[in-house]
């Protein structure tokens, strides 16, 4: 099981409103998927031949993130099929969980511009992306 992602809240981060705009969640999750996938493949993965893309994002916005919050974002594994798979994400404060989201992304050869078959290695450790238990 790998860590969740604790995540600082810069001040360009909020908007008006003073909470954490909701494009900004997008960055989170990005941040949080380069944690794992460091985790899960380690720094010299040939991400230019066996890598992947992002296709669609979903996001549930339930309770605001503010300014001086210490959130702490988890990342799982949803569907995986032959060329794509789904990471969902819990952004949770105290516990509680303020954001949902799930991210489809697909395998993509960057070199040659073009969408491949799920490398069997990240398939493999995708194991570990299963529900770490978060303290309360």
């Known amino acids: 099981m ?4 604790h ?5 360009s981060d909020i908007d ?13 999750f990005e941040y949080t998927r380069v944690y794992y996938f460091e ?10 031949h ?15 993130l503010l300014l001086n919050d ?13 060329k794509s798979f789904v ?3 819990e952004i949770r404060l105290k516990g509680q969980i303020c954001t949902r989201a799930s991210s489809k992304m697909v395998g993509y050869n960057m070199i040659e511009k073009k969408s491949i078959v799920i490398p069997e290695k990240m ?6 992306l299963t529900k770490y238990q978060l303290e309360p």
């Open 2 to 5: 790998i860590k969740p992602v």
């Open 7 to 11: 995540i600082q809240i810069r001040y």
């Open 70 to 82: 210490k959130p702490v974002i988890e990342m799982s594994i949803g569907y995986i099929g032959n």
């Open 123 to 128: 398939k493999k450790n995708f194991s570990l």
């Open 50 to 64: 066996e890598g992947f893309i992002l296709v669609e994002n979903k996001v549930e916005y339930i309770k605001p």
């Open 16 to 28: 008006l409103m003073g909470h954490v705009n909701n494009a900004v969640y997008l960055n989170y």
């Open 87 to 89: 990471l969902h994400y």
């Open 39 to 48: 985790k899960l493949l380690g720094q010299e993965w040939d991400w230019e």
